[in-house]
């Protein structure tokens, strides 16, 4: 089946492929710099231009400049000047690009080649970064040795792979590579630890989603991957929170970021969480996160075993002891002894995970203690939950990322969107005989302006345009409605619970109507007049979503939302 690729490339992380829409007639490449498209082509005499277009930003030029930096500051330390040289050894092919008989045949090889020498090079910064003054003395941990070995039997054996598939037939030596590639992150193998881990009850969400359209969300990706990546020191951040309004995109840009790590073997943990989901609970989350990490590290592994060995009820304890005894003490051991990369964990949706009452705990946990664990860097995404935002603003060793719907780059992202997703209506409706262009530049961008940043909104435009009978007749229709965003304000505004106070949702009620009636402007002396001071607290958070889309993109709410309330 012919497929398309894209080849991403991050300045901080290497080269990753991606596969997408398996539709195109041909193999299609396209190349993003750090999420910025660079060029697309169909056929191979274009790839090769392309390909020499990128080595500034993954190739051998960056692998060369580390080798000179390391050099210069670490004459001794020969075991790792031998890792880059190898790198770049590896890397020597792409001087004989120009004979490369067909893409297809070693896109798999060059594949691991590049997640291994992001990984290899985020090894390398975090040891160069990292108790530099004892490696001064000629020291270097045997484990670490170990692992520049493997790195090194790794990139010997891609060599040889790419040699294979360049001279004979497609590189299906891929899973071999591979297998080689993840050997310093083995997974949990022993049966009895696994059997032991078990204990732990994890649970399972699910994290089969899409991420981001390519080429949109490069800014942030971009940011969150450079922040996730920098190397630890004793002071610096390790806790992310990116924060934005429903349906800004935050779960798709957490999935992204997910995929990135996962591909480079540096996932610890990703939970999703999700409201109508019940193991969406508070109460499960530091034992899957436990869990996983075992699961990700053998040497994890066997910490976390041991302390489930001398505390057999630790299942049953408090999140605040299951976090010192499965978290943070293994963690702890684990580091005095290894130099390491990051291990990414992912908590996307925190304002899904149980309730206001229910999360107290873990949010307080996660404001005051996540920042101790070593090793870890962990991203959250969530709204800004009066609860969240409250804990997570105060505390200054946590990195506050907002989405904000309204910048030129979200507006032309979903720009972006709308197009891509136009293509597949036209497509699913080839029976209109739709041109090419439909449904053309001026309505795309009506579309992208009604959207006003949320990108829910123009994915639920554009279900509704898949799914009609008639997609001009419904593109009309939708862009003479206007932003029909009531559905999505209903939601959003009823999540937050607070309607079940009788008192407080008659005032708000009345509040809402005389706003959107234009006896009183929407401000908040306005709101602290109905509402009074105690409630003001509670309308700033649930309301706090749905005006603030109003205001963005300047559109007046309807009644009809705030009947969906009550
Ligand atoms: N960059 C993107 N590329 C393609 N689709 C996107 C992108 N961002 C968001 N979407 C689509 O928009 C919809 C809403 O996005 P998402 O669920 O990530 O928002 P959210 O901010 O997490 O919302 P909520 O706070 O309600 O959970 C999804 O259906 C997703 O498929």
Redesign the pocket.
């Known amino acids: 089946m012919p497929q398309t690729y894209s080849l991403h490339v991050h300045s901080v992380s290497g080269i990753q492929w991606r596969k997408k829409w398996p539709i195109a007639p041909n193999l299609e490449v396209a190349i993003n710099v750090d999420g910025i498209p660079m060029a697309q082509t169909h056929r191979k005499r274009d790839f090769v231009p392309m390909w020499n277009s990128l080595l500034p930003f993954g190739g051998p030029t960056s692998v060369i400049g580390l080798q000179l930096v390391v050099k210069k500051q670490q004459n001794t330390d020969q075991s790792i000047v031998q890792l880059i040289n190898a790198m770049v050894d590896v890397y020597s092919f792409t001087k004989d690009v120009n004979s490369l008989p067909d893409i297809e045949r070693i896109e798999g090889v060059v594949s691991v080649i590049v997640q291994e020498t992001a990984r290899c090079a985020l090894f390398i910064r975090e040891y160069t970064a990292h108790g530099f003054a004892a490696r001064l003395v000629g020291q270097i941990i045997s484990q670490d040795t170990q692992k520049i070995q493997d790195f090194m039997a790794a990139f010997d054996k891609h060599k040889q792979s790419l040699d294979w598939a360049l001279g004979v037939h497609i590189a299906f030596t891929i899973n071999n590579a591979r297998d080689i590639a993840q050997c310093s992150l083995e997974v949990a193998k022993d049966t009895q630890q696994l059997e032991i881990l078990k204990n732990l009850n994890p649970v399972k969400m699910n994290s089969n ?5 390519p080429g ?2 490069r800014d942030i990706l971009s940011l969150i991957i450079t922040e996730l990546t920098k190397p630890v020191s004793a002071n610096s951040q390790n806790v992310f929170w990116l924060y ?13 970021i997910c995929q990135t790590f996962n591909a480079l073997g540096l996932l610890g943990a990703s939970l999703f969480f999700t409201r109508s989901n019940e193991v969406s609970s508070p109460s499960f989350v530091i034992r899957t996160i436990a869990y996983s990490l075992a699961k990700s590290n053998t040497q994890m592994a066997s910490e976390i075993c041991l302390a489930m060995h001398q505390h057999p009820h630790i299942i049953d304890a408090s999140i605040e002891d299951q976090f010192q005894r499965l978290l943070l003490e293994p963690l702890m051991n684990h580091a005095r002894d290894h130099i390491h990369g990051p291990t990414i964990i992912i908590l ?2 925190l ?2 995970c149980g309730d206001l009452e229910s999360r107290r705990r873990l949010i307080s946990l996660i404001s005051n203690r996540f920042t101790t664990l070593p090793l870890l860097r962990i991203l959250i ?3 800004p939950d009066l609860d969240i935002a409250a804990a997570f603003r105060k505390q200054s060793s946590i990195v506050k990322m907002p ?1 904000d719907i309204a910048t030129p780059t979200s507006l032309e ?1 979903i720009r972006l ?1 709308i197009d891509a997703e136009m293509m597949d209506v036209r497509q699913m409706h080839f029976s209109w005989d739709l041109d090419p262009t439909w449904p053309g530049e001026e309505k795309i961008n009506a579309l992208g302006t009604l959207a006003a940043g949320l ?2 909104w ?2 639920t435009a554009t279900k509704y345009l898949r799914n009609a009978h008639d997609p001009n007749d419904a593109l009309d229709h939708l862009l003479k409605k206007g932003s029909d965003l009531d559905a999505l304000y209903a ?2 505004l009823r999540s937050t619970k607070f309607w079940e106070d009788r008192t407080f949702a008659e005032r708000a009620q009345a509040c809402l109507a005389a706003v959107v009636l234009g006896k009183v402007p929407m401000s908040d002396t306005t709101i602290n007049a109905l509402l009074g001071l105690d409630a003001k607290k509670i309308l700033c958070t649930c309301l706090f979503q749905a005006w603030m889309c109003i205001a963005v993109s300047s559109r007046k709410i309807c009644p009809n939302t705030a009947c969906f309330l009550w």
Not at 209 to 213: P, V
């Open positions: 989603r899409d991420g981001c359209l949109t969300r934005g309004v429903a349906g800004a995109g935050k779960s798709t840009i957490a999935t992204s996307d949706a304002d899904e995404t969530s709204r989405l992202d969107y990108f829910i123009a994915s939601v959003a």
